[in-house]
């Protein structure tokens, strides 16, 4: 059901836990399904006089209550978007989640969602 990938990104998440000083921190919730994930992000010290999407992630950590599709989707994220400018990181799309972890079963498409989701409610709350 669940490629290598997945399984070892639901074992062994890369990025877990919370930043406390994070510059940023989005949370989303599925209602249906119960996930629900934090995201947290840190920008580079010099960057943070830039505009937004020009500055970049400098660490990014998560928090998921979820099924191991949801912790493999957050924790793959993180790590695609870990080095990135938030303009280049906003184009991280729920397919690139899943293609990087080796596919996804369609049931759980809405993982790699939510974890988009998540970095997308960060970012509002800053441009707020």
């Known amino acids: 059901m669940y490629s290598p990938i997945v399984l070892q990104h639901f074992q062994n998440p890369h990025n877990q836990g919370s930043i406390p000083d994070a510059d940023a921190m989005g949370q989303v919730g599925n209602l249906v399904c119960g996930d629900i994930m934090k995201l947290y992000l840190k920008f580079r010290a010099e960057d943070k006089s830039k505009p937004l999407e020009g500055r970049i992630i400098e660490d990014v950590k998560f928090e998921t209550l979820g099924c191991?599709?949801?912790?493999?989707?957050?924790?793959?994220?993180?790590?695609?978007?870990?080095?990135?400018?938030?303009?280049?990181?906003?184009?991280?799309?729920?397919?690139?989640?899943?293609?990087?972890?080796?596919?996804?079963?369609?049931?759980?498409?809405?993982?790699?969602?939510?974890?988009?989701?998540?970095?997308?409610?960060?970012?509002?709350?800053?441009?707020?």
């Open 68 to 128: 191991g599709a949801a912790i493999a989707s957050t924790s793959m994220m993180t790590d695609l978007i870990k080095g990135k400018t938030v303009g280049e990181a906003l184009k991280v799309s729920k397919q690139d989640i899943a293609d990087a972890l080796g596919g996804l079963p369609v049931v759980k498409m809405h993982c790699s969602i939510l974890a988009t989701e998540a970095l997308e409610e960060a970012v509002k709350k800053l441009r707020n």
